[in-house]
């Protein structure tokens, strides 16, 4: 049974310990990694994703406390990429991530060859990249809207240990106006065509760990749609799986799938017969790390959805050929 969250509150304790389990439709708990027990252990991301029917743009602001990930990624589904990375070693919590996802921040990391900056404000979120690349110079600038009383989904999860947590917030259909250059190849995203998420996160998590997650918006009939899905953790206390419409939460029960290979139909059924979808693959943006103490391997596959929608009311919405993702990872940092 789902636990919600109803009053604002830190996310630890004295002792390091999470207050609190469950979910949200407001980003209402204030991460405190001051009382974290094991600060090396600590993660912390912001990450971006910008989407329409042609190409992604992935932006990371983050740490995995002895690494850091601040990255720019433009890909389309046939395979051709672009990427600006900025490596940072042991930055810990100095690039000053904010408590929680509404907190209005700025956030910045300069050097001689890369400029990102991140505006975080009431219903709107800037990105701003200015870096050197194999494929040339890359400029982007993105704006992301949408209304300030919007609502995503906040979980906080628990794993084995009493120390260990998951602290996320996602948000959809993020109104995307802007561009992405790397060197003489230019996208422009479009509003009503492209639309943005965060993947807000926070965690002590286990040394070794897997997820699945869906995700996507799109506009039908004036009216803004989404779902999150997926599994991290002991879900026991709350599930990510979520509708949005027109920018309100409602909340799902369970969900599962079935598929034979990444590149073969995945069929996903909720236990509350509110998301029953098919979904057929057309492209696996597939990524693999492997240093000595950090490992990870992503499948994140993109694709058509069709299928049905519920929402608290009882009103159902028929999804077609709706654009979106959905990922398995596993890692070892």
Same mark, same amino acid.
């Given at each position: 049974?789902?636990?919600?969250?109803?009053?604002?509150?830190?996310?630890?304790?004295?002792?390091?310990?999470?207050?609190?389990?469950?979910?949200?439709?407001?980003?209402?708990?204030?991460?405190?990694?001051?009382?974290?027990?094991?600060?090396?252990?600590?993660?912390?991301?912001?990450?971006?994703?910008?989407?329409?029917?042609?190409?992604?743009?992935?932006?990371?602001?983050?740490?995995?406390?002895?690494?850091?990930?601040?990255?720019?990624?433009?890909?389309?589904?046939?395979?051709?990429?672009?990427?600006?990375?900025?490596?940072?070693?042991?930055?810990?919590?100095?690039?000053?991530?904010?408590?929680?996802?509404a907190t209005p921040?700025?956030? *910045?990391?300069?050097?001689? $060859?890369?400029?990102?900056? &991140? @505006?975080?404000?009431?219903?709107?979120?800037? !990105?701003? #990249?200015?870096?050197?690349?194999?494929?040339?110079?890359?400029?982007?600038?993105?704006?992301?809207?949408?209304?300030?009383?919007?609502?995503?989904?906040?979980?906080?999860?628990?794993?084995?240990?009493?120390?260990?947590?998951?602290?996320?917030?996602k948000q959809n259909?993020?109104?995307?106006?802007?561009?992405?250059?790397?060197?003489?190849?230019?996208?422009?995203?479009?509003?009503?065509?492209?639309?943005?998420?965060?993947?807000?996160?926070?965690?002590?998590?286990?040394?070794?760990? *897997?997820?699945?997650?869906? $995700?996507?918006?799109?506009? &039908? @009939?004036?009216?803004?749609?989404?779902?999150? !899905?997926? #599994?991290?953790?002991?879900?026991?206390?709350?599930?990510?799986?979520?509708?949005?419409?027109?920018?309100?939460?409602?909340?799902?029960?369970?969900?599962?799938?079935?598929?034979?290979?990444?590149?073969?139909?995945?069929?996903?059924?909720?236990?509350?017969?509110?998301?029953?979808?098919?979904?057929?693959?057309?492209?696996?943006?597939?990524?693999?790390?492997?240093?000595?103490?950090?490992?990870?391997?992503?499948?994140?596959?993109?694709?058509?959805?069709?299928?049905?929608?519920?929402?608290?009311?009882?009103?159902?919405?028929?999804?077609?050929?709706?654009?979106?993702?959905?990922?398995?990872?596993?890692?070892?940092?």
């Amino acid at each position: 049974m789902s636990q919600k969250l109803l009053v604002p509150a830190k996310l630890l304790n004295e002792y390091g310990l999470p207050i609190q389990f469950g979910y949200a439709t407001k980003p209402i708990v204030e991460t405190n990694p001051g009382d974290l027990r094991h600060p090396i252990r600590y993660k912390e991301w912001d990450f971006y994703q910008i989407s329409d029917r042609n190409w992604t743009l992935q932006v990371t602001f983050g740490h995995v406390s002895y690494a850091g990930a601040i990255n720019a990624v433009l890909f389309d589904y046939a395979g051709n990429r672009y990427e600006a990375t900025l490596p940072l070693l042991f930055p810990m919590q100095s690039l000053g991530l904010a408590a929680t996802a509404a907190t209005p921040c700025h956030l *910045s990391k300069h050097t001689k $060859n890369y400029k990102i900056d &991140i @505006d975080v404000g009431d219903g709107e979120r800037k !990105i701003i #990249v200015d870096a050197s690349t194999k494929a040339g110079p890359c400029r982007i600038k993105m704006s992301l809207s949408y209304p300030c009383d919007s609502e995503g989904i906040l979980v906080v999860t628990p794993f084995e240990k009493p120390d260990q947590f998951y602290h996320n917030y996602k948000q959809n259909c993020m109104i995307a106006s802007g561009y992405a250059q790397f060197g003489e190849v230019r996208v422009e995203f479009k509003p009503d065509e492209a639309f943005g998420l965060i993947d807000w996160g926070r965690g002590v998590l286990p040394y070794r760990h *897997s997820w699945w997650w869906g $995700n996507g918006s799109t506009l &039908i @009939d004036g009216h803004y749609v989404g779902f999150n !899905i997926g #599994v991290f953790g002991n879900t026991s206390y709350a599930t990510e799986n979520t509708v949005f419409y027109d920018y309100k939460a409602h909340k799902l029960g369970n969900i599962s799938f079935r598929r034979d290979s990444y590149m073969s139909p995945w069929t996903f059924t909720s236990d509350d017969n509110r998301f029953e979808f098919v979904f057929t693959p057309v492209f696996d943006n597939f990524t693999s790390l492997n240093l000595l103490i950090a490992h990870n391997r992503c499948h994140q596959v993109f694709g058509k959805w069709n299928g049905k929608l519920v929402l608290n009311n009882g009103k159902k919405l028929e999804i077609k050929d709706m654009f979106a993702f959905v990922e398995e990872a596993h890692n070892r940092w």
